[in-house]
């Protein structure tokens, strides 16, 4: 089982981009996937899930913001981040939990919002 995040990169304040997590060893579909943020300095926290029966939740700060979405043939989950804001900057993870008991997660993708 590996994740690929790619997708970061410098916005500016207000911008948009759209993260990837490209998945191997399994289907998507068949997992809860989720996108987390590791602001510097602080622990990751959780901002969006996307179980297997397509339940979608977010946290309160990227609500009306961030969508998470999948494409089963391309067995890649997405996140698409708009309105952007400073706070929003730091490391993006994906992970997958395939009811395994083991969370696999990705390497990481560097956002950076600017003011």
């Known amino acids: 089982v590996q994740l690929q995040a790619s997708g970061g990169g410098l916005v500016q304040t207000g911008g948009s981009l759209r993260l990837s997590c490209r998945a191997s060893?399994?289907?998507?579909?068949?997992?809860?996937m989720y996108w987390y943020h590791q602001a510097p300095g602080n622990l990751r926290d959780l901002v969006a899930v996307l179980t297997s029966n397509d339940f979608a939740n977010y946290a309160d700060s990227v609500k009306g913001r961030f969508s998470i979405f999948r494409d089963n043939a391309e067995n890649t989950v997405y996140l698409q981040m708009s309105s952007l804001k400073p706070e929003d900057t730091g490391i993006y993870y994906c992970?997958?939990?395939?009811?395994?008991?083991?969370?696999?997660w990705g390497q990481g993708t560097q956002v950076t919002v600017s003011s």
């Open positions: 992970k997958a939990d395939i009811g395994t008991g083991v969370a696999y």
């Open positions: 060893g399994f289907m998507i579909s068949h997992g809860d």
